[in-house]
């Protein structure tokens, strides 16, 4: 349970939207809203700025890089070598389970 200081320097807990703080003036009272807040806690409430915390904005238009490719394969795609495979790699992949 978290434990509260009240403006008028008890400790308050809350309990289903009731300060709980005997000895305060602020006990029994229903915090409903950012006002009560900054009243019993003196605490101002309002909106934060996330923008520290948000992903930087692409421009829609950006142009997708250019890359060389082969007939048969788009043009964004990266070419891939490819070489022959020795029958003792073959059977090292099948053993293995890649293949």
Known sequence: ??????????VATLENNKVVS??????????KT???????FGV??????????????????MPAPQTMGTPGQPMN???????PMNLRKMLLAN???LI
């Open 22 to 31: 005997p000895g305060s003036r602020f006990d029994g009272m229903d915090v």
């Open 34 to 40: 950012n006002a009560d807040i900054e009243k019993i």
């Open 1 to 10: 349970m978290m434990k509260f200081l009240t403006v008028d320097n008890e």
């Open 77 to 83: 795609q990266p070419q891939v070598k490819s070489t």
């Open 44 to 61: 101002r409430v309002g909106p934060k700025d996330l923008s520290p915390y948000m992903k930087p904005k692409m421009p829609m238009n």
């Open 95 to 97: 053993l293995t389970g």
